[in-house]
C-alpha cells in the first residue's frame, strides 16, 4: 500500500479502559483526526465544507484490531486513498511507534453529501486528484 499521508498520535491516559489498553472506539478517533489533519494539509477545512452545505459523512467500516495501544505509546498513523464510483476509500494503518508494530487496520469509506443529498463533491475530487490518480 501506498501510504500519502502520515501524522503522529500521542495515546493519553483517558483513552484507555480498564484493562490498561485504548479503547477500541478511540481508533475511529485516530483515524478521523488523521482523514481532518489531510484536508488540512491540502488547504481545505472540515467545518468549512460543513459551511458550504458538503458534508462527508462515513458509510462503511471495516475494522480489524491487531496489537494493542496503551497509554503513553505513541501511534503513527499512516493513510492511503482510492475512489470507488461516489465512494471515497481511505485506508488507515496504525503502529506503535517503539516497534513499528500494526496494532489497527481499517478501510473507512465516505460519501458527500451537497444539500442533503448524495452528490460528487468536485472541490474534494480536485483536492484528492494528485492522490487517486496515483493508483
Do not use: W
Not at 2 to 28: H, K, M, P, S, W
Not at 75 to 99: C, N, Q, W
Request: glycine share 2%; with cysteine.
Amino acid at each position: 500500500m501506498e501510504y500519502i499521508f502520515e501524522t503522529r498520535i500521542e495515546v493519553r491516559d483517558y483513552e484507555c479502559d480498564i484493562q490498561g489498553i485504548v479503547n477500541n472506539a478511540n481508533y475511529l478517533h485516530y483515524t478521523e483526526h488523521t482523514r481532518h489533519l489531510f484536508l488540512r494539509h491540502l488547504g481545505l477545512s472540515f467545518a468549512e465544507l460543513h459551511a458550504k452545505d458538503t458534508d462527508a459523512v462515513v458509510a462503511r467500516m471495516n475494522l480489524q484490531y491487531k496489537v494493542p495501544l496503551r497509554s503513553e505509546d505513541v501511534a503513527i498513523s499512516r493513510m492511503a486513498l482510492r475512489k470507488e464510483g461516489v465512494r471515497y476509500v481511505f485506508s488507515h494503518d496504525l503502529f506503535r511507534e517503539s516497534d513499528e508494530k500494526l496494532c489497527f487496520r481499517s478501510e473507512v469509506e465516505i460519501v458527500c453529501l451537497i444539500n442533503g443529498k448524495l452528490a460528487v463533491s468536485e472541490e474534494l475530487d480536485t483536492a484528492f486528484k494528485s492522490y487517486i490518480d496515483k493508483e
